[in-house]
């Protein structure tokens, strides 16, 4: 996950309360992306192992999710 806070605008209520949570949270935005993690599992050497998958419709309520991409700019012509 990227340290840079990234804009997300929740389609509903449900959505809202689950991108709320401070620590542990299982949706995130990275690169323009809402993302949800799908497990966490420790390795055995140390460290964790993490599997997130793209979310492209909401859970809660089913809308189509748009992404926001931080770095999308117009491009200049040269």
Request: with cysteine.
């Amino acid at each position: 996950m990227t340290s840079e806070p990234q804009h997300f605008d929740p389609c509903c209520k449900d959505m809202s309360t689950a991108m709320s949570f401070p620590s542990g949270r299982h949706f995130f935005v990275e690169d323009g992306v809402l993302k949800l993690t799908v497990a966490k599992t420790p390795m055995e050497g140390g460290g964790e192992a993490v599997l997130e998958h793209p979310v492209r419709f909401c859970p809660f309520c089913g809308r189509p999710i748009s992404a926001h991409e931080a770095s999308a700019k117009p491009s200049a012509a040269t």
